[in-house]
């Protein structure tokens, strides 16, 4: 992809030898081209499962939420793509087909505050706000607090994988 994107970025580009140029343009294409493959093969896989609903309904959930949040990313395209529709997937697939319960209501409520407090941002708004769209959707559509849920547990993972990630290349930078 990589490359593709690099060769495209010279294409475009206004002046082909400007590397900071080429180098924007490309991460620019890169970002689109991956985010569209992504969400393509992650649409058809709805189409194919007849999860197609939930896949929106959860896109719009899980990408609110990432979008205000440092989490993990794979440093490869490849593995992204591999890991990002698994991850949507199963998401979806637990979503059509396990209901939430009283359990799992209550602890969404301890997950939001773990959410608040592993997230580097500390965004009290964004917390409010899953926390009121979950509460108020578990009368109106349950099918939407499981799927913040499912967001909220999630987010949290990548957080966590995030500094996990920051940590090992701390320990990297000291050998050097």
């Known amino acids: 992809m990589h490359n593709l ?8 580009s206004e002046d ?12 620019s294409l890169e970002a689109i081209f991956t985010t ?3 969400t393509l093969t992650a649409l058809i896989l709805s189409f194919i499962f007849q999860y197609t609903k939930i896949f929106v ?6 990408i609110s939420i990432r979008m205000m949040h440092k989490g993990f990313h794979f440093k490869k395209f ?3 793509y591999i890991f990002s529709n698994i991850m949507i ?9 396990y209901s939430i319960n009283l ?5 969404f409520y301890f997950l939001i505050i773990f959410h608040f407090w592993v997230s580097n941002e500390k965004n009290i708004q964004l917390s409010l706000i899953i926390t009121l769209l979950f509460t108020l959707f578990l009368k109106i559509n349950i099918e939407i607090s499981y799927t913040l849920f499912i967001s909220v547990l999630l987010d949290i993972l990548l957080i ?3 500094k996990i990630q920051w940590i090992n290349s701390q320990k990297e930078s000291k050998k050097h």
Request: glycine fraction near 2%.
């Open 160 to 162: 966590i994988g995030r």
């Open 103 to 107: 359990f799992e209501m209550i602890l």
């Open 5 to 12: 994107t690099i060769k495209l970025a010279s294409f475009i």
């Open 16 to 27: 082909p030898n400007n590397k900071d140029s080429i180098q924007m343009i490309s991460y």
């Open 57 to 62: 309904t959860f896109s719009i959930c899980f």
């Open 78 to 80: 490849i593995y992204c």
């Open 89 to 97: 997937f199963i998401s979806c697939i637990i979503i059509k087909y």
């Open 36 to 38: 569209l493959l992504t």
